[in-house]
């Protein structure tokens, strides 16, 4: 860390820091609350799916209790035909989002299969466009935990390190020069005494 050299060059370089550094403080201040606003409304939309599934999955046990003893797999009864994402952009940060997602239910014999697997298909279909956002509402809290750890530690740095490290730098050179222009003024009282001493000899 280099050497703080006290002189008024220093000083009005440690003035302009200041005044930078205090321009960015509130930029991301309204980033990290546009954040805390984003992640909180993102958790609440997750609490709101998980319910949702949880709801139709005791759906399914309620109204289909033939299920255990289907010979196939659920699962393969729908597919998802076409799942495109997009981005939208807040305050700098890319978060996933769903364009289109088209899921249908898989061609089967109808007279070969039980009547009870229409109805199953629907809720399978639900089940899995749920399933779907759950894991693209995972990704954008993740993004939006990264990015407000992020701004928060940007902020903290501004705030709590660089603009008072650099107030407390101006104070120093403020003492500094103010102790070296007292000096300056006894120095100069001491030669003048010299002098009047020396003409009046």
């Known amino acids: ?51 949702q599934l949880q709801a139709l999955e005791e759906e399914i046990r309620q109204q289909l209790p033939m299920l255990p003893q289907f010979k196939g797999q659920p699962e393969q009864l729908v597919e998802i035909q076409e799942l495109t994402l997009s981005q939208t952009n807040l305050v700098g940060l890319k978060l996933p989002e769903i364009q ?51 701004t928060t530690q940007r902020l903290n740095l501004f705030d709590k390190v660089l603009i008072p490290q650099a107030e407390r730098n101006i104070r120093r050179i403020r003492i500094a020069l103010s102790d070296s222009e007292r000096a300056a003024v006894v120095t100069s009282k001491i030669a003048k005494n010299k002098r009047l001493k020396a003409a009046r000899a």
């Not at 050299?5 to 509130?26: C, D, I, M, W």
């Not at 009870?116 to 995972?138: G, N, P, S, V």
């Open 100 to 150: 289109t997602l088209k899921i249908e239910p898989r061609a089967y014999s109808l007279l070969g299969s039980d009547h009870w697997l229409d109805h199953l298909t629907r809720l399978l279909i639900e089940a899995t466009r749920l399933k779907i956002q759950h894991r693209l509402l995972d990704q954008r809290l993740q993004l939006l935990e990264s990015g407000l750890q992020k």
């Open 1 to 51: 860390m280099s050497k703080l050299a006290l002189n008024k060059s220093t000083l009005n370089k440690e003035g302009r820091k200041v005044k930078a550094y205090r321009r960015f403080v509130p930029a991301l201040d309204m980033k990290r609350k546009q954040l805390l606003a984003a992640r909180a409304s993102a958790r609440q939309e997750k609490t709101q799916n998980e319910q």
